[in-house]
């Protein structure tokens, strides 16, 4: 049993952390929780409750009120931008625009194009200067491109409704109880403190993706089942992995009425079995680390997922960025319509995907799109059965340190990781250091890890193959068990 001062004055919660990756957290009825959820942010975060209102509003507009809306908040956007982004003020007067020539989103053809390398080359340049430091939070991913990127959230934008929107497509409240398939960041006391009062009443069950075995996978199912958890969420590689275990073990297991899934394309095989292990609805939401929530699946619009069309604008284009007629797949490109600190405009998401037109049965007017193509996340199997899951984001802490990075895994088990330096060769070399360090004792000695440095990193089919792997070893978990 774990707890400290701060938790108990915030909440009546007990805390307990089980042996392994798992921890359960909050206490509560289900008949009050929601209530006691949407309490804590009135008067914690009043602008959550009021963004949720509006969110709960805006589903519903008519195609004209919602065009004029995504029109009066780009014009925001660009206007903000303009003023206080000198990285944006250089790209428009370059491309001979200013904000007054764009009426709309029917306009956005006309902007630049945001790379991955425009926002690693020109951070400091994008950030607007009119945000205080106070209202910037950190955002890194090493992406499925295998090209890490840092970008800025700003603090002020309530995300947690367009959560809570979404869960109430599903039946649910902003307080239900989920298993997190998710990936265990180190924090202090502190942090863990706030983030459990942060969360309470929800009951949160976690299994670390960052390392899944066979132990820590049963020790999440009994908790899960106890509790009586409907909702089971987490990155696709992990839960899909996290499946293949349960029908490989058989026997009665728990069972969430919801899988949610993320980060990663849905691939119908993956699906099939997911929606087979756990006999429930597999419901994709889209998003990344630069642009939370920009989709994502009602129990009605299987396949296709409903775009939050009120807080983002979503392109689809050609290879030159030119826009394509609904119905048919392109690139994805990413406007952030609320993130005024760290404006993303037309960013190239590196995802492909296509506009649905019509609307759903289930009565939300917000627009639809298919189902997300393009980038994946691989597993990297160990010779005892243990998954790592989240081998894409290794370089998350260090997004300035290499330009782009593979993974092999060769038949024996073995890793090489390939790297491209970055111009600062100090922070690259401590970069290579720490990330060695990290992996070598996420193995646990059974296999080699090298790191070495390239001058380029092979491409297929004009898309980065991040990880790839030879070895066979999920057949280990099954000798595990026996």
Same mark, same amino acid.
């Given at each position: ?144 491109? $295998?090209?890490? *990127?840092?970008?800025? !959230?700003?603090? =002020?934008?309530?995300? &947690?409704?367009?959560?809570? /929107?979404? #869960?109430?497509?599903?039946?649910? $409240?902003?307080? *239900?109880?989920?298993? !997190?398939?998710? =990936?265990?960041?180190? &924090?202090?006391?502190?942090? /863990?403190? #706030? ?11 976690? !299994? ?5 075995? &066979? ?268």
């Amino acid at each position: 049993m774990e707890s400290n001062f701060l938790t108990v004055f915030l909440s009546p919660l007990t805390y307990h952390r089980a042996k392994g990756n798992i921890s359960v957290q909050g206490i509560g009825t289900m008949a009050s929780k929601d209530r006691l959820m949407k309490f804590k942010y009135r008067l914690f975060k009043p602008d959550t409750t009021e963004f949720f209102k509006r969110l709960m509003r805006s589903q519903n507009w008519s195609g004209e009120e919602l065009a004029a809306w995504q029109s009066e908040r780009l014009r925001r956007l660009l206007f903000n931008a303009w003023e206080h982004s000198p990285f944006y003020h250089r790209r428009f007067k370059e491309a001979g625009i200013h904000p007054h020539d764009i009426s709309g989103p029917q306009d956005l053809h006309l902007l630049p194009v945001l790379t991955r390398q425009d926002i690693r080359n020109h951070f400091c340049e994008i950030l607007a200067r009119n945000v205080p430091k106070r209202f910037l939070k950190p955002s890194t991913t090493g992406g499925t491109s $295998g090209i890490p *990127v840092r970008t800025l !959230l700003d603090r =002020r934008v309530p995300h &947690a409704a367009l959560g809570w /929107r979404m #869960l109430s497509w599903w039946g649910y $409240g902003p307080a *239900v109880n989920i298993g !997190l398939v998710w =990936r265990e960041v180190d &924090a202090s006391i502190v942090k /863990r403190a #706030l983030t459990r009062a942060f969360t309470w009443p929800s009951r949160q069950v976690r !299994l670390n993706a960052s390392a899944i075995d &066979a132990k820590s996978m049963e020790s999440f199912v009994r908790q899960c089942e106890r509790l009586n958890v409907p909702v089971l969420h987490g990155y696709m590689g992990a839960v899909h992995h996290l499946a293949r275990y349960l029908e490989m073990r058989g026997g009665d297991y728990w069972r969430p009425r919801h899988v949610w899934v993320t980060c990663s394309p849905v691939s119908r095989p993956h699906l099939e079995q997911i929606a087979r292990v756990f006999q429930a609805p597999v419901l994709d939401q889209y998003g990344s680390c630069e642009v939370y929530w920009i989709a994502a699946q009602c129990r009605y619009s299987t396949p296709n997922l409903h775009l939050f069309a009120d807080a983002r604008l979503v392109e689809v284009t050609d290879s030159r960025f030119r826009p394509v007629p609904d119905g048919r797949t392109g690139n994805l490109l990413i406007t952030d319509l609320e993130n005024l600190a760290f404006p993303i405009i037309r960013y190239a998401i590196g995802d492909r995907g296509r506009l649905i037109p019509g609307k759903c049965e289930c009565g939300i007017n917000l627009p639809l799109m298919g189902p997300v193509q393009g980038k994946n996340v691989d597993t990297i199997q160990l010779p005892d059965g243990t998954a790592i899951t989240d081998i894409n984001v290794i370089f998350d802490d260090f997004p300035e340190a290499v330009n782009a990075f593979q993974v092999y895994q060769d038949c024996a088990g073995n890793l090489e990781i390939r790297y491209i330096p970055a111009n600062d060769a100090q922070k690259t070399l401590q970069a290579v250091r720490i990330v060695r360090e990290r992996m070598q004792k996420a193995v646990h000695g059974q296999i080699e890890i090298q790191l070495r440095a390239v001058e380029k990193i092979p491409h297929r089919k004009g898309k980065l193959q991040y990880v790839f792997s030879e070895f066979k070893g999920i057949e280990n978990t099954r000798t595990q068990l026996e």
